[in-house]
């Protein structure tokens, strides 16, 4: 029992090393139900976990019947390994029905986590696809871009104009891309940054924690095709191919829109 016990009480920055070395959120499960006290210690989600996941939406049986019922998004999550690249195993398929996607859009998955945009609600949503937590960003009327939504109504800022659109409509087109630096539980949850790529300039605008509503970046940048999270930095690309660059570790203040 004393062999147990000490198994038990093994230090915290040990267990989380661990867990880093894992490919498999089984493996991960397996690992947190070995005794009581890890699973109380290791988070439900896990970190450090470097290797991509692909989705793949898949028909339902309901949906093969009849077209006219509606359906129940089911997709199936496959790893990809530098061993195998063409040929999913049996075992590293996943099949997991989401009704959470269900005519919703998917703007980005990050760290393990899918970024959702629920078209009636307008909330921007992670969603940890295994665990089913999820966590909220700020809405879309929060956009810079957004002058206000008025019931099925929506004014906004185009280019320097004001337009109007029904709102199901502004949900659908105002948000392109969504990527997080880190997943929202991490243990340094002030240092989480969002980056969102919005509107018909194709801009960019950030969050972070404590912050009720998207800020758009300090610069005069248009017409972002991508971006990303590297060392510290956000590196965006336009489509005139110019390069933007901002460090996350200075404060980047908000400019009018």
Not at 117 to 134: A, D, H
Not at 191 to 204: E, H, P, Q, R, S
Not at 228 to 246: R, S
């Amino acid at each position: 029992m004393g062999g147990v016990d000490q198994w038990a009480s093994i230090h915290q920055d040990l267990l989380n090393q661990i867990t880093k070395r894992f490919y498999s959120y089984d493996e991960y499960l397996q690992f947190r139900f070995i005794c009581k006290q890890w699973n109380f210690n290791l988070p439900q989600n896990p970190s450090g976990n470097k290797v991509p996941w692909l989705l793949l939406p898949i028909a339902t049986a309901a949906a093969k019947r009849s077209s006219k019922k509606p359906k129940i998004y089911e997709g199936t999550i496959s790893k990809l390994t530098e061993r195998r690249t063409r040929i999913f195993e049996e075992e590293e398929i996943y099949y997991l029905t989401m009704p959470e996607l269900q005519y919703n859009k998917i703007c980005g998955s990050c760290h393990g986590w899918i970024i959702i945009v629920l078209i009636y609600e307008g909330t921007i949503q992670m969603l940890n696809p295994f665990t089913k937590v999820s966590f909220d960003l700020p809405p879309i009327s929060t956009l810079p871009n957004v002058i206000d939504i008025h019931g099925d109504k929506c004014t906004f800022n185009f280019e320097n104009r004001v337009g109007t659109l029904d709102t199901i409509s502004m949900h659908k087109m105002n948000v392109w891309k969504v990527i997080t630096n880190s997943a929202p539980n991490n243990d340094r949850y002030n240092d989480f940054m969002a980056v969102i790529i919005y509107g018909c300039g194709i801009k960019l605008a950030f969050y972070k924690p404590n912050n009720p509503r998207w800020i758009k970046f300090p610069t005069n940048h248009r017409c972002i095709v991508d971006v990303m999270f590297f060392q510290e930095k956000i590196y965006a690309v336009g489509y005139d191919f110019q390069i933007y660059e901002f460090d996350i570790k200075e404060k980047l203040e908000p400019v009018p829109s």
